[in-house]
């Protein structure tokens, strides 16, 4: 069987677009290929956390896995920090990366800014990504389009250290979908929807309530022309209600342009909404079944064992190669 790994940081407000563009995926593969599914908290670091809050979105994200479907029957699911390997693993790929390719990386640009006191941790979070990947000689990595400049990094580094060394690493692919592989954000479409952004109505969360759902929809940005069209360059906000409306009702663009052609805005917008809550209502509740058992707890301490052990397997070969311990 072909082998999956992916992860989502524990970072809070699990949205719209983490779900569209990288966690629906994860329900799909899980028949056919070995799946591990992460959560990958040693990376949510990387920016001013609180602890005890922090504690609690690990819980919540694999809630969240349980709640979109993922069946642990099928997938391994843990936790990134309770497997030692990953970050033992990041540093040996560090010493086999260079900073010119890191500096490069527009998600380390961005979050930086270009600011001397920006932490290392940010800088170096595509090794520890290449590291979660190559640990579980993955062959799939499903993802966001943001993700793919660090997928293409972990497969020159998968390559480098196999040349260097002699065949250790599987090379991965990225899978991003066909529709939704970047929601923007509802109130700015010049950014991605995104955990971070300060503004809640910038995002429709996962566990949102379906009064806050109407609210974050009605209040969304459109433009001044007044149809309903899909023209990115021209009515990115538009273009994303289209796109995010088509993704949920298995509909191509050009299908929701026909249905809404004579609708006004808000017509259009109060359907959208209904189509959210269709979606997230029975996520929104399966999740609060979840959230506080024991099962999950269990879950997550049997799925940190698995990969401990499959971890342990390739952490032996790529010491060995490298010549480390006697
Ligand atoms: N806006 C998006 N559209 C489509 N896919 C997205 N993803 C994130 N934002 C969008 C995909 O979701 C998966 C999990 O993301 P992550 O938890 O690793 O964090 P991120 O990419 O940094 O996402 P956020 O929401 O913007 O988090 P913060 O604000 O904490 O940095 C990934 O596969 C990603 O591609």
């Known amino acids: 069987m072909k082998k999956v790994f992916s992860g989502v940081q524990p970072t809070g407000n699990i949205h719209l677009g983490n779900y569209l563009g990288a966690m ?11 799946t591990m599914y992460c959560i990958v908290d040693l990376h949510s670091i990387t920016v001013e956390q609180d602890p005890a809050e ?5 819980l919540d994200v694999a809630a969240l896995y349980l709640a979109i479907g993922v069946d642990p029957k099928k997938a391994t699911i843990f936790v990134q920090s309770n ?7 990041a540093w040996l790929l ?9 500096s490069r990386m527009t998600q380390y640009k961005e979050k930086s800014k270009g600011n001397e006191s920006s932490i290392v941790g940010l800088f170096t979070y595509p090794v520890l990504m290449a590291a979660d990947i190559l640990l579980y000689d993955t062959d799939v990595v499903p993802v966001g389009e943001d993700q793919r400049q660090h997928l293409e990094l972990t497969r020159d580094i998968a390559r480098r250290f196999n040349t260097k060394y002699g065949e250790t690493f599987t090379v991965p692919e990225a899978r991003t979908l066909k529709t939704a ?8 479409p010049g950014k991605k929807m995104s955990k971070s952004n300060e503004s809640e109505y910038s995002r429709i969360a996962l566990l949102d309530d379906e009064k806050k759902i109407n609210k974050t929809i009605a209040k969304a940005q459109t433009d001044s022309e007044g149809h309903i069209r899909y023209d990115e360059k021209n009515k990115p906000a538009v273009s994303n209600l289209i796109n995010i409306y088509a993704t949920i009702t298995c509909k191509t663009k050009e299908e929701v342009e026909n249905l809404y052609k004579d609708s006004r805005y808000s017509d259009f917008k109060k359907d959208l909404a209904t189509e959210i809550e269709r979606l997230i209502k029975p996520i929104r509740e399966r999740f609060s079944e979840v959230r506080g058992s024991k099962e999950l707890v269990d879950i997550l301490k049997e799925g940190d064992m698995k990969a401990k052990d499959r971890a342990e397997i390739m952490m032996k070969k790529v010491k060995d190669k490298i010549g480390l311990g006697y």
């Open 54 to 58: 922090l504690k609690e979105h690990i």
């Open 181 to 188: 592989t970047r929601i923007m954000s509802l109130d700015d």
């Open 24 to 34: 629906r995926q994860f329900t799909e593969l899980q028949d056919e290929y070995d």
């Open 83 to 89: 497997v030692p390997a990953h970050s033992e693993l």
């Open 94 to 102: 560090m010493c086999n990366s260079y900073t010119g390719e890191l």
